[in-house]
């Protein structure tokens, strides 16, 4: 479901589009939205995008959002369905404004409501799940525990839950740390974890050689 119509960046001053699309000169329905923006933007007051102002204006179909972008003096115009939430208006202009992705990919991300949504809500449990196996990983290595040691605990415990079935892979770290959490399939941001903690038990380990090497060696003057 397309809810969004066009985005739309212009410099007043430069008589510049920054950013349009989609670009269809054979699209009269885009046309007639092109338009009305530039319209809308005629009439605005002057200081509007110096302002860092927002305004939205309604037709019996549509939804205009336009954003002053600030400093930069660009105005910027969402286009979309009325039932289209303000705040992902907001966040696409954000986005254009950081040149966070090409005029198509950000068209494309924001064009379903419910899609970015639940794109959303993936990412804020991927980022959580992130966070805690890495408090996991302080903590475990704040107490000197090592990764083999972990991995041979694992592998007892998940023994012990499959009544002496054949087990026919070798237990792996990365498999502990999804057995941790079961919610997590990003198997990619996995095996980074996994290196990130083999890295900080190197370094644990390195600092305790050292720690080793000084006391003998004092212990050696005395």
Do not use: W
């Not at 739309?8 to 054979?26: G, L, M, S, V």
């Not at 939205?33 to 204006?57: H, W």
């Not at 992130?130 to 991995?151: A, F, Y």
């Not at 079961?182 to 720690?211: A, H, V």
Request: hydrophobic share 30%.
């Amino acid at each position: 479901k397309k809810e969004l119509k066009l985005i739309y960046a212009y410099h007043r001053e430069n008589e510049k589009i920054i950013t349009e699309f989609p670009h269809d000169p054979n699209n009269k329905t885009l046309e007639m939205g092109k338009a009305y923006v530039q319209k809308i933007f005629a009439n605005l007051d002057p200081n509007f995008e110096r302002l860092k102002t927002e305004q939205v204006f309604t037709t019996k179909k549509y939804k205009l959002t336009v954003i002053g972008g600030g400093e930069n003096g660009v105005l910027y115009a969402v286009l979309c369905n009325q039932e289209y939430p303000l705040r992902l208006c907001r966040k696409l202009v954000k986005e254009m404004q950081e040149n966070a992705g090409t005029p198509r990919a950000l068209f494309e991300k924001y064009e379903d409501s419910s899609r970015v949504d639940k794109l959303e809500q993936v990412v804020n449990k991927t980022r959580k799940i992130k966070e805690q196996v890495m408090d996991t990983i302080d903590e475990t290595l704040k107490h000197g525990d090592e990764i083999d040691v972990i991995e041979e605990k694992a592998q007892e415990l998940h023994d012990s839950t499959n009544h002496g079935q054949k087990q026919t892979k070798k237990f792996s770290f990365l498999a502990a740390l999804k057995r941790l959490l079961p919610g997590s399939r990003d198997t990619r941001g996995m095996r980074e974890l996994e290196r990130e903690f083999k890295k900080r038990d190197k370094e644990r380990k390195e600092r305790q050689k050292e720690i080793d090497a000084k006391f003998f060696d004092s212990s050696d003057d005395e």
